[in-house]
């Protein structure tokens, strides 16, 4: 794009800013939310080695954590 279409698309700057800025926070916080399953995850199985929970609790949240991790990769990536 040359001079003359920066200088006519200059008053949408704002707009692009927000913009970019928002899908900036949007992405941010679906990496902190996939990060926070994950932990999830991991203190789940911790649970289920140390006894504290069984089995079938076990399975019961894996499959809820799985299917919500599952839900924001379709998302991202659709």
């Known amino acids: 794009m040359g001079l003359?279409?920066?200088l006519l698309l200059l008053p949408l700057a704002p707009v692009r800013a927000a913009a970019w800025v928002t899908e900036q926070v949007?992405?941010?916080a679906e990496h902190e939310k996939i990060a926070q399953l994950r932990r999830e995850l991991v203190s789940?199985?911790?649970d289920l080695v140390a006894g504290r929970i069984s089995?079938?609790?076990f399975d019961r949240?894996?499959?809820?954590i799985l299917d919500l991790l599952?839900?924001?990769d379709r998302g991202v990536a659709g």
Do not use: K, P
């Open 70 to 72: 599952e839900e924001f």
């Open 26 to 28: 949007v992405d941010a």
């Open 4 to 6: 003359l279409g920066e």
């Open 55 to 57: 089995e079938e609790e």
């Open 44 to 46: 789940l199985e911790g």
């Open 61 to 64: 949240g894996e499959d809820e």
